[in-house]
Nanobody, 121 residues
């Protein structure tokens, strides 16, 4: 059973920083893409950032230049360093991975349970 476990959310003041982590565990043959999405109340889930197995990255327009995604392939872990946080960054952040589970010949998409990030003074 593959699981994605997030950590690092919380309350931060505007202009502050947070670092989110997400570790994939279970029987995993390979991980293609890992990423972060977020969903604010009343809004659709949107891409924050994603990173491929070779390190190529994509960012949502609203976070470009402020957030940085990285991954440790040896640990099956993805990180999101969030800087200069704004109140509009407040949302539940979900980890996402496209990976090949053990014993399977195809990739599946998995989601974490979500972690709350609140930016408020």
């Amino acid at each position: 059973q593959v699981q994605l476990v997030e950590s690092g959310g919380g309350l931060v003041q505007p202009g502050g920083s947070l670092r989110l982590s997400c570790a994939a565990s279970g029987s995993i043959l390979s991980i293609n893409v890992m990423g972060w999405y977020r969903q604010a109340p009343g809004k659709r889930r949107e891409l924050v950032a994603r990173i491929g197995s070779s390190g190529n990255t994509n960012y949502g327009d609203s976070v470009k230049g402020r957030h940085t995604i990285s991954r440790d392939n040896a640990k099956n872990t993805v990180y999101l360093q969030m800087n200069n946080l704004k109140p509009e960054d407040t949302a539940v952040y979900y980890c996402n991975a496209i990976l090949r589970p053990g014993g399977m010949s195809y990739e599946n998409m998995y989601w974490g349970q979500g972690t709350q990030v609140t930016v408020s003074s």
